[in-house]
């Protein structure tokens, strides 16, 4: 089944054209999948908070300003993982905002190690639209444009497979907006999108040094991305790398990670911070109007656990 997923994800990844598409774009998308797939809520040991910031295409009037939050946690008595995600995009006259909750159900380990698990969300996806119009016409003149700010909402559903071998890969497959429904005071209908998702980590001298690829596809079947990434994770500290997006940018990516472990007697704890940049380096026409496009990736991990104490009753006649 592994390898049957690995195959479906690679032939997807590889056979599309690339173009533009709706959902919100992000760089160091591989630091955190659960924000695209459900199915990948409570993947580690650790309870995670991330958020992304992405300033698109600096130097244009309007240009694209995203932010996302997502966290997720194991939880023993569902036997899977929960998560919470939000994200707002503001695009010109448009903004767009989506909450999502989500579980995901953890299979039991297959013979190779590997972990595989089934998600779904319920997300809550709003937009508005402005009226701070710029025009050489006049646009009142046209009924199709509002004449005042107009926002709609609707309640959507999206679906996930994801599965993971631990310090190894991974591979995922996902749906966005499964209902499409329509956003009725808006006359607009989001569209489905489809993510799949693979990684591999190939250790060069230990855990020492890793070189860690990624590569997602995303298609709403009329247009689709493609990211590429190739990282090396230096002493579980440090990782640089490139990310590519062809016909779009070229984005050099650094980044930092810091763990504390404390072990007592009736208690330890485990934290991990990471901190993640990347600088997009446009490729396309748009490079001639823009200076590129930055993004901050920040997450903190973490688990704390209380040992319970075990009593020991004695008997002084044995004393």
């Not at 309640?155 to 499409?180: C, Q």
Request: overall charge negative; proline content about 4%; charged content about 20%.
């Amino acid at each position: 089944m592994t390898r049957y997923l690995l195959t479906i994800c690679a032939l997807a990844m590889f056979s599309a054209a690339m173009n533009a598409q709706q959902d919100p774009q992000f760089t160091q998308w591989y630091m955190e999948p659960t924000s695209f797939n459900p199915a990948a809520a409570g993947n580690s040991e650790l309870t995670c908070v991330s958020g992304t910031y992405r300033n698109q295409w600096q130097g244009l009037d309007r240009d694209p300003n995203t932010s996302m939050l997502t966290a997720h946690t194991f939880v023993d008595k569902l036997r899977g993982g929960v998560m919470l995600s939000f994200y707002n995009d503001a695009l010109g006259q448009e903004e767009n905002n989506m909450a999502r909750l989500g579980y995901a159900y953890h299979l039991e380990p297959l013979s190779n190690g590997a972990i595989m698990s089934i998600g779904a969300a319920v997300s809550m996806f709003s937009k508005k639209l402005g009226n701070d119009w710029i025009a050489i016409d006049d646009y009142t003149q046209d009924s199709a444009i509002p004449n005042e700010a107009t926002s709609s909402s609707s309640i959507d559903l999206d679906f996930g497979v994801f599965i993971r071998k631990p310090g190894s890969f991974y591979a995922g497959i996902s749906a966005t907006h499964l209902m499409e429904r329509e956003l009725e005071d808006l006359s607009i209908q989001p569209k489905r999108h489809l993510y799949f998702m693979g990684g591999y980590d190939y250790s060069l001298d230990g855990d020492y040094l890793v070189l860690r690829s990624n590569v997602l596809s995303k298609t709403d079947l009329s247009a689709t991305i493609t990211d590429i990434n190739v990282n090396v994770l230096w002493n579980q500290m440090v990782w640089g790398g490139v990310s590519w997006r062809p016909g779009d940018a070229i984005a050099p990516v650094i980044g930092i990670e810091y763990a504390m472990e404390d072990n007592q007697r009736f208690s330890n704890s485990k934290q991990v911070f990471r901190l993640g940049y990347s600088y997009d380096s446009t490729t396309s026409e748009l490079r001639n109007y823009s200076s590129g496009s930055h993004e901050v990736f920040l997450s903190y991990c973490f688990k704390f656990q209380t040992i319970p104490v075990l009593n020991r009753l004695t008997n002084p006649r044995f004393l």
